[in-house]
């Protein structure tokens, strides 16, 4: 409205400054520039106002995006944190996953190892013990370790603890090989079936039988073939490892046994594992 007001002054200025008296037709045509300036100026008006709202709602906008950029910056340079500690995570565990996987090659390594000496192992001890297996002698392999199982009646009388003529032969066989490996640990193992223990003297029980006579081998093979003591191990299992569940008489004989275990020695990977 302010710019209408100015141009009615502007206009009746300069009427009275030119002190002449218009026509109609120069009044008309003056009125008529009149309302055409106010009509271009409410127009100009409007744009302006349209002009201020359009730079508010931008001005707006502008906030909303920079809030927007602000908080995605946050979370880029947060990502970027959290990316760079995941690399270090990544690479870490990379290193410690070539490590273990190192380990374990040594470990299989060394594991095959055994299993090759345990099968050549078995291999002699069957050649070196053939002529016992018809008498009640095997030689298998269980859990890395080789067995030699030898029935009560190919080492002992019945109900004896002193080793026979025919066992001491086996036994001798058994020490040749063993004598040359060197590197083989010896566990003697008594067994008996379920049978009471009766008249046999201050034996009471097959606990009793089942550790006398597996003493009585380990002292055999030190004592008179010479394996280093150090090397062997005598125990008692009695009745309670059975490998024959039945009842039958020869079920009951195949539980009457000496089971000789023979175990490579595994430093290397006793000392891998504890590092």
Not at 27 to 47: F, G, I, N, P
Request: charged share 25%; glycine share 4%.
């Amino acid at each position: 409205m302010k710019i209408k007001h100015l141009l009615l002054i502007l206009v009746a200025a300069a009427t009275l400054h030119s002190c002449k008296i218009l026509s109609n037709k120069a009044y008309k045509a003056m009125v008529d520039e009149r309302d055409s300036l106010s009509t271009r100026t409410t127009t100009l008006e409007a744009q302006v106002a349209q002009l201020q709202a359009d730079t508010m709602r931008i001005h707006a906008q502008l906030r909303e995006l920079q809030g927007k950029y602000n908080t995605l910056n946050n979370d880029f340079n947060t990502a970027n944190k959290n990316l760079d500690k995941t690399s270090s995570q990544v690479n870490q565990l990379s290193t410690d996953l070539q490590k273990r996987e190192a380990r374990l090659k040594e470990v299989e390594d060394i594991l095959k190892r055994r299993d090759e000496a345990t099968n050549a192992l078995r291999a002699k001890l069957q050649q070196a013990l053939l002529g016992f297996q018809q008498s009640g002698l095997s030689v298998d392999i269980r859990n890395g370790k080789v067995y030699v199982s030898l029935t009560d009646k190919l080492l002992f009388p019945s109900g004896s603890i002193v080793i026979d003529e025919k066992g001491k032969a086996a036994l001798k066989q058994l020490a040749v090989v063993l004598n040359k490996e060197t590197d083989i640990n010896l566990s003697v193992e008594g067994h008996t079936d379920n049978k009471k223990v009766v008249n046999l003297g201050q034996i009471k029980d097959n606990w009793d039988l089942s550790v006398l006579r597996a003493t009585s081998v380990a002292r055999y093979l030190t004592e008179t073939e010479n394996i280093d003591p150090k090397r062997v191990t005598a125990t008692g299992k009695g009745q309670f490892q059975p490998i024959d569940t039945g009842n039958t008489p020869e079920a009951l004989a195949r539980n009457r046994r000496i089971e000789i275990v023979l175990t490579p020695k595994l430093d290397e990977l006793y000392n891998l594992i504890t590092k």
